[in-house]
């Protein structure tokens, strides 16, 4: 299943391009930008739809490339136009050169997958930032890969050390993780013993 970026509109600055706002982590996935730096990012979209009270803009993750690199969470998004449901953006529409993207962003798995269904579960955007430096520090000393199970539980595969449940009812984040020296780099204030040989712990606003 396609992974749906949703990104809400400041304004609409002309027929196709709005100021949006998107959680700066996730840029990262949309490949690497054409131009490294700017006062905001910039996207080129295709099958961009906009909701019907016209206050979000969603889109695919295949179908949005970067096209500069920014501060902050304002992003500038273009409509590149609509294609075939069997065709995505190639790089060539937006610049000679290919651009690397993510294999990340286009399958339910890895970080970019993750942030966007802690988008889609609505949670406020400080317990979203929460869970971006979370994987932040994890990718300090891992590089397993979040897979998506079942009842929004993402684990870190292939060595299973890592468990992180959206719990978009409370808001928060519930976290699984093996009692090793791996818990000791993990933000755990109240940890709890869990299942054998693992810590519970919940992250979420203060």
């Known amino acids: 299943m396609e992974m749906i970026c949703k990104a809400g509109i400041r304004s609409t600055l002309g027929d196709g391009v709005w100021l949006v706002e998107?959680?700066?982590?996730?840029?990262?996935?949309?490949?690497?930008?054409?131009?490294?730096?700017?006062?905001?990012?910039?996207?080129?979209?295709?099958?961009?739809?906009?909701?019907?009270?016209?206050?979000t803009i969603e889109f695919g993750l295949r179908d949005a490339r970067i096209i500069s690199s920014g501060m902050g969470s304002e992003v500038l998004v273009i409509d590149l136009g609509q294609t075939a449901k069997s065709e995505k953006l190639t790089p060539s529409q937006l610049a000679p050169a290919p651009l690397s993207v993510s294999t990340d962003s286009v399958s339910q798995s890895g970080d970019g997958a993750f942030l966007v269904a802690c988008q889609d579960a609505a949670l406020p955007r400080n317990v979203l930032k929460l869970g971006s430096d979370l994987l932040k520090r994890v990718r300090e000393f891992a590089d397993d890969k979040l897979i998506e199970g079942k009842a929004r539980k993402?684990?870190?595969?292939?060595?299973?050390?890592?468990?992180?449940?959206?719990?978009?009812?409370?808001?928060?984040?519930?976290?699984?993780?093996?009692?090793?020296?791996?818990?000791?780099?993990?933000?755990?204030?109240?940890?709890?013993?869990?299942?054998?040989?693992?810590?519970?712990?919940?992250?979420?606003?203060?």
């Open 22 to 55: 998107l959680e700066p982590t996730l840029l990262s996935f949309f490949g690497e930008p054409l131009v490294p730096a700017g006062t905001r990012a910039t996207l080129g979209v295709v099958n961009v739809q906009r909701t019907t009270d016209k206050k």
């Open 154 to 206: 993402w684990v870190a595969k292939p060595d299973n050390f890592l468990a992180i449940t959206i719990q978009n009812r409370k808001k928060n984040f519930a976290i699984s993780v093996r009692t090793t020296k791996a818990l000791q780099r993990l933000p755990s204030l109240d940890a709890r013993d869990d299942r054998p040989g693992y810590s519970r712990f919940c992250l979420s606003e203060i």
